[in-house]
């Protein structure tokens, strides 16, 4: 546990400390944050998903597919649980239900994936699937269902409209991303036995070396850039990410037995604070931004309790079984 708080959990922190400082300083904005986080989705996190992933092998693929099952069926499930809990509230729509489950339905993996997972479990291909195959559930399949609901109910918010969106344009455009294309194309390139040259790693790592760093330091600047106001929604919306998501996971795991160490950080990958894209998201539908921001708030600072509870009490699980 204090290897965990000293080296996993200090350091985010510090950094996300010194983001924060440097917003209420004026020496970065909000609307730096966003260009930094634009290379981090862009350019960091695709090169370190990619470079990690085709380092692997077709037996180590083979072996993770009840890991990528399990994220898929366990993350989703949770994504529409807090999508339906919070639409029951008659003061929120369906577009801020919508960004509740793009919050709260989702662990920032693509920012703090890496930072958190590395330390704890070291640098492996084992730990660069999770971040992939995880990554994938919310770049892939959490935004464009978030972003299908957030659109259904705009439009009927603007009945005189009679523009129709495809429901397949958000999956279609979350696909484009690299952050959701790179680590795909890894898995194909992997599974196609293609040989990856050592030479060619060190391209990839001298920008995968930005990404944790980068956008721990931008949640910093995104956090001192929005007021932050703690109300009853926002206390919910981190109950069900920081208890319900990890609880639902972990439950799943021991159901289909899955490799241990793969369940580790499958559970820690779900305990991680709410999902900074769906910040990013409210920000630019201007729907649900105070309290989506409050949430995500007060689930970093509980994340600095519950990462290691959750990775006790998953090791209590694993001895029961």
């Not at 639902?248 to 779900?270: E, Q, R, S």
Request: charge should be positive; glycine fraction near 6%; hydrophobic fraction near 55%.
């Amino acid at each position: 546990m204090e290897h965990i708080i000293l080296y996993a959990i200090v350091p985010i922190i510090v950094v996300m400390l010194a983001g924060y400082l440097s917003g209420k300083k004026g020496i970065f904005t909000g609307d730096d944050s966003k260009k930094f986080n634009k290379v981090v989705l862009n350019y960091a996190l695709p090169a370190a998903l990619f470079v990690s992933i085709v380092q692997s092998t077709r037996e180590m693929l083979a072996r993770d597919i009840k890991l990528s099952l399990i994220s898929l069926v366990g993350i989703m499930f949770c994504f529409m649980v807090v999508y339906y809990v919070f639409r029951m509230f008659k003061k929120n729509t369906g577009a801020d239900a919508a960004v509740s489950a793009l919050i709260s339905g989702s662990p920032t993996i693509g920012f703090l994936g890496f930072a958190v997972l590395e330390p704890i479990f070291g640098t492996t291909p084992s730990v660069a699937l999770v971040v992939a195959i995880v990554s994938i559930v919310v770049n892939a399949v959490g935004i464009p269902v978030g972003l299908s609901l957030m659109n259904a109910s705009l439009e009927k918010q603007a009945p005189g409209s009679t523009k129709k969106q495809s429901a397949w344009l958000p999956v279609l455009h979350a696909l484009e991303q690299p952050v959701a294309w790179a680590p795909i194309l890894a898995v194909i390139w992997v599974v196609a036995g293609i040989p990856w040259p050592e030479w060619a790693s060190p391209s990839f790592d001298l920008i995968k070396g930005a990404n944790a760093s980068l956008a721990v330091f931008s949640a910093g600047i995104t956090l001192s850039s929005i007021k932050v106001t703690i109300n009853w929604q926002a206390v919910l919306g981190s109950i069900l990410k920081m208890v319900f998501m990890p609880a639902v996971i972990l439950i799943l795991g021991l159901i289909f037995k899955m490799d241990p160490m793969n369940l580790k950080m499958l559970v820690v990958a779900a305990a991680l604070p709410p999902a900074f894209s769906g910040i990013i998201i409210a920000d630019e539908y201007d729907t649900y931004v105070a309290t989506g921001t409050s949430s995500l708030t007060l689930s970093v600072i509980l994340f600095i309790g519950f990462c290691p509870l959750w990775i006790w009490i998953t090791d209590l699980c694993l001895k029961g079984f």
